[in-house]
């Protein structure tokens, strides 16, 4: 809000809100560390270069740097469920090697970078499968940093398609390679793309059911988070690939769909902007309901379809 009108009472309210989660920087429980701080103090950053937001941005990348295990080459995304995985890395995690970069960027620090590099080329390497689609958890020897099974957590089976999994995939492909300018990243972006687009169980509207393979298709629960998660990647890999155009509308296309059969009015949805996503269908826990992520993905896609988006990169 406060960056479409530039209105101080909306900067009032973010900063307050963002203050409230600053203790995070040291949680160093968690892999969500980009999530949580980047999409917060990362905005802030980006849009008042508040140099308190640097140091919390900062310190929150070494916090999240006490995860990589070089051995394995990738950050540990969970601590939980030890009886089943000893060090699960998550497809999700690469949304969270941004605030990585952006440390780099801001400190002239390598190791975060190096971090990063070697998290998604990890990935890359243990996280796809022929048709490049994307398991949701590879698990590895800490020890050896052999792959030691391919699981799922959220998906219809181990050997599903998680929607939001191959759109975190994507977004986060398409990040690396602005970061990193690494041909293989953008390769591999366009790749997933593909798989996406492809997929015999894709709705024409280009929202995804929340897993590829769930069995019950056409009668099972969309995910607009995953289709917000798309449309903002496709905007970023639009102004990357020899097939800009074709990127960009296609996101045109989703966002017009959302908006238009998955927005909640004004005044409903207990101020959700979007309805129909789903979170963990196997849990049966936030089941066809509005999620946060959800709204912010959509928003910052709609920021990037004017292009009134600046990465860190570039301001750095």
Not at 218 to 244: H, M, W
Not at 259 to 268: H, K, N, P, V
Request: aromatic residues 14%; glycine residues 6%; proline residues 4%.
């Amino acid at each position: 809000l406060y960056q479409s009108t530039g209105d101080i009472k909306w900067e009032q309210q973010a900063r307050a809100f963002t203050s409230k989660i600053e203790k995070e920087k040291m949680n160093g429980g968690t892999h969500d560390m980009g999530f949580k701080i980047y999409c917060s103090f990362g905005n802030g950053y980006r849009l008042t270069n508040d140099p308190g937001y640097k140091e919390v941005i900062i310190q929150s990348a070494k916090t999240l740097s006490t995860r990589f295990n070089p051995k394995v080459g990738c950050i540990r995304s969970w601590d939980h469920n030890k009886d089943k995985w000893d060090y699960p890395v998550i497809i999700d995690n690469m949304m969270n090697l941004e605030l990585l970069f952006a440390a780099t960027h801001m400190t002239g620090d390598s190791s975060f970078y190096k971090i990063a590099v070697s998290h998604a080329n990890t990935t890359m390497q243990n996280h796809f499968r022929s048709d490049f689609s994307s398991y949701h958890v590879i698990d590895y020897d800490p020890i050896t940093g052999n792959v030691t099974k391919r699981n799922t957590h959220q998906g219809f089976s181990h050997e599903s398609a998680w929607a939001r999994g191959q759109a975190w995939a994507l977004y986060g492909y398409t990040m690396c390679y602005r970061e990193t300018k690494n041909p293989k990243y953008l390769e591999l972006a366009e790749k997933i793309a593909g798989f996406i687009l492809n997929h015999p169980n894709l709705p024409a509207d280009l929202v995804p059911y929340w897993d590829f393979n769930a069995s019950g298709i056409p009668n099972e629960p969309r995910d607009a988070s995953a289709a917000s998660i798309i449309a903002s990647a496709f905007y970023e890999l639009s102004a990357y690939s020899e097939k800009g155009k074709y990127y960009r509308g296609l996101a045109d296309k989703i966002m017009e769909n959302l908006t238009t059969d998955y927005r909640s009015s004004l005044g409903e949805n207990k101020g959700f902007i979007l309805v129909h996503s789903t979170g963990s269908k196997p849990m049966n826990s936030e089941v066809d309901v509005p999620l946060n992520y959800a709204d912010y993905y959509y928003l910052e896609a709609l920021f990037r379809s004017k292009n009134k988006i600046k990465y860190m990169v570039n301001i750095n």
